[in-house]
């Protein structure tokens, strides 16, 4: 899995990574040498109508993590994709 387009943000200790594995677009971010964040897009690369990218747009997700603070983001992970949490 090589990467189509890698950015090192200037000033920071930052790169952004981007590849496809099948139709999936997976995003890494790293800090340094070690990955701090990663997203899979599943589905990325299949084909929408117009309409279906119209209904899709508005929706858009927008997630929040806190880099460095595990539990935090996990928790507000789970919430959002609507898992409570076992206690």
Do not use: Y
């Not at 990663?38 to 309409?51: D, I, Q």
């Not at 595990?70 to 898992?83: S, V, W």
């Amino acid at each position: 899995m090589s990467d189509l387009w890698s950015h090192r943000i200037p000033g920071t200790a930052l790169e952004v990574n981007c590849n496809l594995l099948d139709t999936q677009l997976v995003v890494r971010v790293n800090k340094g040498s070690t990955q701090i964040f990663r997203v899979v897009l599943e589905k990325a690369t299949a084909p929408m109508t117009a309409e279906e990218l119209m209904q899709f747009s508005p929706f858009s997700p927008d997630v929040r993590f806190k880099t460095g603070d595990m539990e935090e983001g996990l928790q507000r992970a789970m919430t959002i994709a609507g898992f409570a949490r076992a206690g």
